[in-house]
């Protein structure tokens, strides 16, 4: 079972930046995608961010342009690169492993998440 560890939250003035880190604990050739959620208070979980296992990359529409995600399979790290960060943008994020299941269908595996904090 895969573990990932996420990193890299604070807190940080509104115009400032952030890199979320993500290690997994393994690397796995039934990797399908790694992908950034986050959580706001009272929010549901929402996506953020994705990246394939052949380096494709999809944002959601608030993070183009200000988010980067990226990966590091030789060291089986995950990062997200956050810029021109905003209040709205204050939240746990989590790190996603989604992978071909043993018998067919899909996983998910999740970090515990790292809280970001932006100020005004």
């Known amino acids: 079972q895969v573990q990932l560890v996420e990193s890299g939250g604070g807190l940080v003035q509104a115009g400032g930046s952030l890199t979320l880190s993500c290690v997994a604990s393994?690397?796995?050739?039934?990797?399908?995608?790694m992908r950034w959620y986050r959580q706001a208070p009272g929010k549901p979980r929402d996506w953020v961010a994705a990246?394939?296992?052949?380096?494709?990359?999809a944002y959601q529409a608030f993070a183009k342009g200000r988010f980067t995600i990226s990966r590091d399979a030789a060291k089986n790290t995950l990062y997200l690169q956050m810029s021109s960060l905003e209040p709205e943008d204050t939240a746990i994020y989590f790190c996603?492993?989604?992978?071909?299941?043993?018998?067919?269908?899909?996983?998910?595996?999740w970090g515990q998440g790292t809280q970001v904090t932006v100020s005004s």
């Open positions: 996603n492993a989604y992978v071909s299941g043993p018998t067919g269908g899909t996983l998910d595996y």
């Open positions: 393994e690397s796995t050739s039934n990797l399908i995608a």
């Open positions: 990246i394939t296992s052949g380096g494709n990359t």
